[in-house]
T-cell receptor, first 109, second 115 residues
């Protein structure tokens, strides 16, 4: 059974810092990995999708890497802003999408 | 363009009542998914549809839960005889097909509170 773990559970940083969110998964037989953002009371917004054959994806200030063999992914956020404050979810797609519990990020101005 | 929509956005119901939650996927998306997110917990997969068929119902927590999809469009998740542990946010997502290459796009969710 696939299990997805996200570390840290919560993170508070001053504006402008670069930060890294970690995701690990137990079964490396995945098709892709997705990072989502969830704002309070709202649905999920897809940030980046990395296919299993890819090593990383970039979108603006976000960079996600994938090491399938070791079962790890990182989401790097450069020059963090207060608007980045949200819960960040990692999900891996094997025969279904399995989510981690998320990292709650707070960027202080 | 229009995204995934869900209704109602909030639902408060008494224990023992039945509820229906609706999902309108993105037009043209053949795959549709239902998830549940309990307070402070991660998302749990409930069921998915490819077209109007549901090949995988393994995530439905009990026989009180059922779902259907018609016209390869709207889907309804029904919870019968609701219990307090059913309180959660129910999220719907759709993708172009079930193939893993395609992203899932999520709706805003329905917050269900069972009193």
């Amino acid at each position: 059974k696939q299990e997805v773990t996200q570390i840290p559970a919560a993170l508070s940083v001053p504006e402008g810092e670069n930060l890294v969110l970690n995701c690990s998964f137990t079964d490396s037989a995945i098709y892709n990995l997705q990072w989502f953002r969830q704002d309070p009371g709202k649905g999920l917004t897809s940030l980046l999708l990395i296919q299993s054959s890819q090593r990383e994806q970039t979108s603006g200030r976000l960079n996600a890497s994938l090491d399938k063999s070791s079962g790890r992914s990182t989401l790097y956020i450069a020059a963090s802003q207060p608007g980045d404050s949200a819960t960040y979810l990692c999900a891996v797609y094997g025969n279904k999408l399995v989510f981690g519990a998320g990292t709650i990020l707070r960027v202080k101005s | 363009g229009a995204g995934v929509s869900q209704s109602p956005s909030n639902k408060v119901t008494e224990k023992g009542k039945d509820v229906e939650l609706r999902c309108d996927p993105i037009s043209g998306h053949t795959a549709l998914y239902w998830y549940r997110q309990r307070l402070g917990q991660g998302l749990e997969f409930l069921i998915y549809f490819q077209g109007n068929s549901a090949p995988d119902k393994s995530g439905l927590p009990s026989d009180r839960f059922s779902a259907e999809r018609t016209g390869e469009s709207v889907s309804t998740l029904t919870i019968q005889r609701t219990q307090q542990e059913d309180s959660a946010v129910y999220l719907c997502a759709s993708s172009l097909t079930k193939l893993a290459a395609y992203e899932q796009y999520f709706g805003p969710g329905t917050r269900l509170t069972v009193t």
